[in-house]
Every structure is written in C-alpha cells, then in structure tokens.
C-alpha cells in the first residue's frame, strides 16, 4: 500500500487537533510502553486518557499486553504523556502507521520520548527482569520508516543516526540507577521468535537484545529532531540460549513483574530529564 505524505501530513495534523480538543498538550515527555508495561500510566497523577478509538488516524495494537490510550497526567509539576500501546511491522502496519502516534505527540511540541520494550537478552549477562538502556540500535527488519516521499515537517531528506539515544539523558539514568546495564538493541521484524542461528549472528554484528519494535518510532522522531531515550526490559533469554523458547506469555509475565522497577526508574528518571 503507497501512502502519500501530503496526505499522511495532514492525518497527523488532524490527530493533533483531535487530541487538543480533548485536552491534550504538549508535555516534558511521552513514554511509549512496551508489551506487559502499560501500568506506568495508573501511576501519574490527575489523569486525562484519551482512548484511540477517538483518534481514528490511530492504528489500534491488536496485540495482549498492549493498550490502546494516550494517558497525560503529572510526576511532581512534570507533565508527561503515556502511549499504552504500539502496533507493529508483523501486524501488517505501513511503517508510517508504527509511528503516527508518537509523530503526533512530536508535533503537540513534546521534545522527550522514552521508549519501552520487551526483549530477548542475547548478551551473556542478561536474564530475565534485567533493565537495558539502549545505546545504539542495529534495524534488521529490511524497512526504514523514511522510505518513501519527503515532507520536511518530518524532518530532512537524510538525518544522522549517529547519536538516536541521547548520551546526555543516558547519563543521567546512570546516575539515577547506577546498576543500570547498557547496550544495542536489535530489531527484527517478527513476528516468529528467531533461530538459534541468528541469536548467534545478532551477536557477532553487536547486539545484546533482540525485540520486534522500537526502531522505527526512534528513527521517525529523531529526525523530527527530538531527544530518545530507549529502554529494554529483558523478558528472556533469547532462542538458543536457555532450555525454554521464548514465548509470548513469558514475555508478558516477565514485563509485569519487573514493572515495577521500570515504573521507579521512569517516575525518577522523567522529571531529570526534563
Ligand atoms: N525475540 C524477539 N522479540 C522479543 C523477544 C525475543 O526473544 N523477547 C521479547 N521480545
């Protein structure tokens, strides 16, 4: 399916304004939740939820363990925005349907995104409940969510990708969590868990984490020029590896027992950053 991206420009533009009217604005920072993390949204104070069903420009995840609402509410004085949910490359999605939600909430004027997933540990060290601040990124799916016809409101023809995980904002998580791990997040398009095989390639080319999401929404907004942060939470250990293959429930399950650190982490890492 062609989109055209005049036409795409204006479907944002008319999610924006959806959104202003039901009394969204521009916040310090969206978090997008990654499979089995939607619950950071309960923790924020005075919440507003927009539902995607009022958003018909918005695709709606039909996977479990994804919402479907924008949740704004507060840490502190820090207004912050939730994404409950994210559609994916194995769904079917045009690339430019992965990311409208988090482009809309770009062109609200919200300068932060953090973004969560779930994912398989591929480096040695780590196992199942760990936290990986993601450094860099290697995109394995065959698609960027660039390709196709330019419109400058998102960005120039050719952006650097030298730096999509903001160094500074990474820093700062380090030093709020100084047992903090980092390192390279690969996607793959999914939606079948990999072969052991390319567990082991995904390891020789520098990954540490394998997931299905991720790379397009941080791609799209760091062309916007905004700033990333990028979290994994490791939910297994990738295929190969262990004596168990991955699975979704365990994915699940995993996300939301170590929600909760994710959820501290967040709470304290939002207001420094912003
Ligand atoms: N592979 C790909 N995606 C994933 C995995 C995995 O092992 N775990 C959670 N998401």
Redesign the pocket.
Known sequence: MELQVEAEVERLAHARTRLQKAGVEAAAACVVLG?GLKTFGETLTNPLSVSFDDVPEFPRPRVAGHGGELIQGTIGDTLVHCLTGRVHLYEGWHPWELVRAVRTVALLGTGTFVLT????GVREDLAPGDLMLIRDHLNLTGKNVLCGEHHDALGPRFPPMSEVYCAHARARLHSLDPKLVEGVYCQ?S?PS??TPSEVKMIGLLGGDA???STVPEAVALRAMGKRVVGLSLI??R??GLSAVA?NHEE?IAEGKKAAQRMERLLTAAIPALA
Request: net charge negative.
């Open positions: 499979s997933n779930a994912a398989g793959v999914g868990y990999e394998v997931g299905m939910t297994n990738a295929a991955p994915v």
